[in-house]
């Protein structure tokens, strides 16, 4: 867990995004489960349109709330310009109107990462006997799920 924590830190200093980057945001979000099949949680990505770069991420309810969370971890030099693209959940009427694009077909690359996510992670499963015993583990393997999925498609662009 330590090492897991030291890991998290060192890598929260990197900037991952490219200057590039940042100006179109997909938000989502998919349900997992914690201890059991009653016990949600959801968890939300924002992720760069174009790059494919998961920007930020949070875990949490279906609420306005978790939104806010997630827009804090975005950088606000992204924040402040970007444009969102979300589905029809009451939750993104948060979102600054000139700047909101509602419709699922605007949502693909998002809906992409949660299959590759669940794909590569028995835990994200639906129908599975495999769940996380705590929020706190469930977090750190999304953590490194995320960093490694970031490193992946950074080494497509470094090529």
Do not use: Q
């Not at 945001?25 to 770069?53: C, H, P, Q, R």
Request: glycine share 4%; proline share 2%; net charge positive.
């Amino acid at each position: 867990m330590n090492w897991i924590g030291e890991f998290k830190k060192k890598d929260s200093e990197k900037e991952i995004i490219p200057n590039y980057a940042g100006t179109h945001i997909e938000v989502d979000e998919m349900y997992s489960f914690i201890k059991t099949k009653s016990n949600k949680a959801w968890i939300w990505v924002a992720i760069d349109k174009y790059t494919g770069l998961i920007v930020a991420h949070k875990t949490g309810d279906r609420s306005e709330e978790t939104l806010k969370e997630l827009l804090k971890e975005i950088p606000n030099k992204i924040v402040n310009k970007c444009i969102f693209y979300t589905d029809k959940w009451k939750a993104y009427n948060i979102l600054p109107k000139d700047r909101h694009v509602v419709g699922k077909k605007y949502t693909r690359r998002v809906e992409r990462v949660f299959l590759t996510f669940r794909s590569s992670y028995a835990r994200l499963v639906r129908r599975s006997i495999r769940y996380s015993k705590s929020k706190e583990i469930h977090n750190i393997i999304l953590d490194l799920l995320v960093y490694f999925y970031n490193e992946k498609i950074m080494s497509n662009y470094e090529k």
